[in-house]
C-alpha cells in the first residue's frame, strides 16, 4: 500500500511537470508571435488592439492549452483577428506567398510597414518614435485632448442646439502635405481649397450637440520636429432653414485639457502624411516577411509590409472580430470579489503578461544585447520559471530587478507604484573601499564618534562579510563594476527601520563589536560630492577656485572663474546645466564633435540589421573666455549628462580629468510600463566616446587616476579634489 502511494505521488509529480513544462512552452511561442505582430505587423487592425489588456488575456489562454495541435489553433485564434495574413504551423515548409497580401486591383494601394527610430512604447513621451509608414499612427483620445488647443473661448449656443453649422478656417503652413482630419466624426470636411500658396481654407459642417449649451472648437497639431502652423482667420455661421447666419466668435487660445466637459469641442487634427514622413533613409518592400521558430517543431510567417489604400489594409478583417477581441482582452483584467479591477504583481496573469511586455520592448529595442551577461532568450527561459515561483508582488519586482542586473545597464532601474521606503532605514555610517578593505568612510551620528572612526575597517555586518553582503547587493542593481559598487556601499546596511544591527569593526589591529540601530534615511543614490560635504563652491587658494556643478552651474559663478588662475569643476553626481554651457567659454574657435550617441533606426525584429542616426553638436565660441587651467574631477556617480560634459572636455583636451572613471551609462531613457504598477527603464541609444571608442560600462577614464587610501580617509580627505588642488599648484 505504502509502495503504491509513493508511485502515485512521483506519477502526480511526473504529471505537473509535463503540464507545466507545456505551458511554458506554451508562453514561449505567444510571446514571440506577440512581439512581431506588435511592432512589426503593420495591419490596421493591430494597431487597434490594447496590447496590455492583450497580454494579460493570451497569457490566460496559454495556461489552457493541453498540447501543440490546440496551441497553434489557439494562436490562429488569437491572431488571426489582428493579423489576418501571418501563418503558423508544424511544418517545416511554411512559405510565403505574395497573393495573400496582394488585392486584385493595386490602384491606390501602397506599401505600409513599420519604422521604428527607438521604440515608442506606451505611457512615455521621448524622442524615439515608431511609424507605421503610409497610415496615420492611431493616438488616444486623452492624448489628443491634452495637445489640443481651442482657438475661442467657449460660446453660447443654447438657441442653436441641434441646428446645423458650417465652419471655415484659414491655415498657413510650410508642409507641402499637410492633412486634416475631423475626430471622432463630429465633423464633416466639405471642402479645401487654396488661398495662396502656403494658405489654404478648410470648410467643415456639422450639428451643435442638442445636450449642451457652450461650444468651441480646437486643433491638434502633430507635425513633427519641423513644420509649423498657422490658424489667421474662423468663421463659424449658422444654418438654419437654408438661411446662414455669421456666430461672433471671441479668439482666445487655451489648452482643451482646462476646459470644462460640459462644452461641446469639436477637434481638428492636423499633421504630416507618415508616408512623406522618412525618420530614416532605408525601407522595406512588399515582399519582407519574417520567417521564425516559435518553439521547436512550431514555426511563424509575418509580412512586414502589407498593401493598404486610404481605408484600410488588405486584406480587411470584419470590425466584430477584432472588436470581440479587444472585448475579450479587456474583460480578462483579474477581478476579486465584488467585479473591481484587481490589478498586482500578485497575480500570476499579470506577471506573465509583464513578463511578455517587457521581454519584446528590450529583444526588439535594447541596443547592448552584447554586453548582457544572457541573450533575450536565456532571459526567458530563466525567467519564466522566476514568474511561476514569485507569489507577491514584492517577489516580482526581486525578478524584474534581476532581469536588470543580467542586462548590464547603469541606466535600467526598476521601481513599483506605491512601494515606498518608509519601513526602510540605514546606519548613520558611510562605508568606502579602500585599499582591499571596507572601512568607515563617514561617522553621521555625532555620539558614536567617540567609538567609530573614519578609517576602522568593518570585519562584519550582521555576522557577514561585508564583501559577501556587497556581492549579494550587486544583484540589486544593473551597471559596469564601478557603478554598482558605488550603489551597493551604500546599501551595506540597509534594513527595517529600528531594526539593531551587529557590527565587528577592527581599529589600531584590535577588533571590537557594537550594535546600532537603523535610523538613518535609506538613500540609494548619493555622488560622489555630496558625500564628501563639499559646498557649492569655495575659493580653495588665492587662485584656485573649485565649483561644485551638482549644486550650481557656471554661470551662475563666472565672475570668481575669471579671476582664478585654475578652476576645479566637481562632475562627480548628476549635473545642473549642459555641457555645451561651459565649453563655449573655453574656446576660441568653432568646434564640431560626433556626441557619440547613436539612435538605432529599427526596420526587422530581434535587433537585426540595425543601423543608426548619428548626433553631433557644435560649440561657438562665447564670451567672456575663460583663460584659466581646467581641472574635472569625476567618479561613478557621475553618469549621463555629466559624462557627455567630461566626453567633451576629453575630446577637446581643455582639462585634465582627475579621479576615477565614470559610470559607463549614457544617452536618452526608455521606459516600459506594465500592469500592477511596474516601470523598467533602460538605455534606448548607443553610445561611444567620440573617439569611437567603447563607452558603455567602461565610461570615461581619467586622465589622472586617483584610490582612496585608508590613511586618507582617517583624515578626513577628499583625495580626488586633493589631488586636483596639487596639479592646479604646479600650473
Known sequence: MRLLFTLCLIIASLTGFTQTRQQIRNLSAFSKLYGYVQYFHPSDEASKLEWQSFAVYGSQKML??????????????????????????????????????????????????????????????????????????????????????????PIDVSLHKGKKFSLSIHVKSNIKDLVSKPYLDKLNFVEESSVSENEKKYVF??????????????????????????????????????????????????????????????????????GNEKIFDRELKIGDYVLQSLVPGIQCMVPLVLYGDEKHTYPEVGEGNVAKLINLAYESWPKDEHGEFSISGSDLSIRLADFVILYNALKHSYPYWGDASMNADEIWNAGIHRVFSDKTDQDFLRTLKWIANSLNDGHMFV???????????????????????????????????????????????????????????????????????????????????????????????????????????????????????RSMSDWISDDIFYINLNKTTTEAHMAEILKARSVIVDLRGYLNEDAETFLSHLTYKKLNANSGMFTPQILYPDYKDVSYTTGSYTIVPALPRVKAKIFVLSDATAQSAAESFLSAYKQFKVATIVGQPSSGSNGNINLVSMPGGYRFFYSGMLVKNPDGSKHHLNGVVPDVLVNNTILGIQKGKDEILEEAIRLAGQN
Not at 75 to 90: G, R, Y
Not at 130 to 150: M, Y
Not at 249 to 260: A, F, G, H, I
Not at 451 to 464: F, L, P, Y
Request: hydrophobic content about 35%; charged content about 25%.
Open 415 to 533: 521601481d513599483l507604484h506605491g512601494d515606498t521606503d518608509e519601513d526602510i532605514a540605514s546606519l548613520p555610517l558611510l562605508f568606502d573601499i579602500a585599499e582591499g578593505k571596507v572601512v568607515v568612510k563617514k561617522v553621521l551620528d555625532s555620539g558614536l564618534t567617540k567609538t567609530v572612526k573614519a578609517g576602522d575597517e568593518v570585519i562584519q555586518i550582521a555576522h557577514k562579510n561585508p564583501f559577501d553582503v556587497l556581492r549579494s547587493n550587486d544583484s540589486l542593481y544593473s551597471g559596469s563594476v564601478q557603478w554598482k559598487r558605488a550603489k551597493s556601499i551604500l546599501s551595506l546596511t540597509r534594513g527595517k527601520r529600528g531594526e539593531v544591527c551587529p557590527l565587528t569593526l577592527k581599529s589600531g589591529g584590535q577588533n571590537y563589536s557594537l550594535s546600532i540601530p537603523r535610523t538613518y534615511a535609506y538613500n540609494e543614490y548619493i555622488s560622489g560630492s555630496d558625500r564628501n560635504n
Open 64 to 153: 489552457q492549452v493541453k498540447d501543440d495541435h490546440e496551441l497553434v489553433s489557439t494562436l490562429n485564434e488569437l491572431f488571426l483577428p489582428v493579423a489576418p495574413t501571418i501563418k503558423i504551423s508544424t511544418s517545416k515548409n511554411l512559405k510565403f506567398d505574395l497573393s495573400d497580401i496582394r488585392p486584385q486591383s493595386l490602384i491606390g494601394y501602397v506599401p505600409v510597414y513599420w519604422r521604428h527610430v527607438g521604440l515608442k512604447l506606451p505611457y512615455f513621451d521621448n524622442i524615439y518614435s515608431s511609424v507605421r509608414i503610409n497610415r496615420i499612427t492611431p493616438i488616444s483620445e486623452t492624448r489628443i485632448k491634452q495637445s489640443a488647443f481651442a482657438l475661442t473661448s
Open 205 to 274: 459642417n456639422g450639428v451643435f450637440d442638442p445636450k449642451l449649451d457652450l461650444f468651441t472648437f480646437a486643433i491638434e497639431p502633430n507635425l513633427g520636429a519641423a513644420g509649423s502652423l498657422d490658424v489667421n482667420k474662423i468663421e463659424l455661421r449658422l444654418i438654419d432653414n437654408g438661411r446662414e447666419t455669421l456666430v461672433p466668435l471671441v479668439e482666445n487660445m487655451v489648452s482643451l485639457s482646462q476646459l470644462d466637459s460640459k462644452v461641446d469641442s469639436r477637434i481638428i487634427r492636423f499633421f504630416k502624411h507618415q
